[in-house]
């Protein structure tokens, strides 16, 4: 029996001594970061017992019951906006606009005709807003006094001064009062709550 030095633990390599790779004797040791498991988003949990709580459903419904109707929500929703966005693309545009929403749902009349309305409904109450801002800058303006500040506000250091010129300070007021109300005379029209001039 001859030992050679190069075949020591069955590795036949001459020009180098590279042990052979061990394997492992017992099981793997477990893993310790296993991929973290995805925290599971609720956007719309309380809307969806609410609507279902209205439609006679438990006043808490149960989780699996929500969790399948979010599921199916989500993917409606990131459907439709995939629809909108592609036809945002066709359209060589990178935006997505309102008439992008309007021509997804083109297929399901209900929806388009609902969609309709809560837009228009939108635009009244803005002009309404619009409106309403408007009378009262027209009305915070005219009860201005002369030096800037709302009629019933009168600092303390002025109050000596101010009881002095009062009446005289009336008079000119109700003088211009007068002309104005002659020129500023418009015809306004009631629809509801809302005052159009």
Not at 73 to 78: A, M, R, T
Not at 100 to 122: G, H, T, V
Not at 137 to 152: I, S
Request: glycine residues 4%; positive net charge; aromatic residues 6%.
């Amino acid at each position: 029996m001859s030992t050679n030095p190069s075949t020591t633990n069955g590795s036949t390599n001459d020009s180098t001594n590279i042990p052979k790779k061990t394997v492992p004797l017992g099981p793997l040791p477990p893993i310790t970061n296993p991929k973290r498991k995805r925290k599971r988003q609720k956007l719309f949990a309380k809307d969806i017992e609410n609507l279902l709580y209205a439609m006679g459903d438990r006043p808490v419904s149960t989780d699996a019951t929500v969790n399948a109707l979010e599921d199916v929500l989500v993917e409606y929703i990131s459907q439709l906006s995939y629809s909108m966005v592609n036809f945002a693309k066709s359209q060589n545009r990178t935006r997505v606009k309102l008439n992008d929403l309007a021509f997804s749902l083109r297929n399901d009349p209900l929806k388009l005709a609902r969609f309709r309305y809560i837009l228009e409904q939108s635009y009244k109450i803005e002009k309404a807003k619009r409106m309403f801002d408007d009378n009262n800058d027209k009305y915070e303006d005219d009860n201005r006094g002369d030096d800037g500040e709302l009629d019933g506000e009168e600092d303390e250091d002025e109050q000596p001064q101010q009881q002095q010129s009062e009446e005289t300070d009336y008079s000119k007021r109700k003088s211009e009062v007068a002309n104005d109300k002659g020129s500023k005379k418009k015809k306004r029209k009631v629809i509801g709550n809302v005052m159009l001039s």
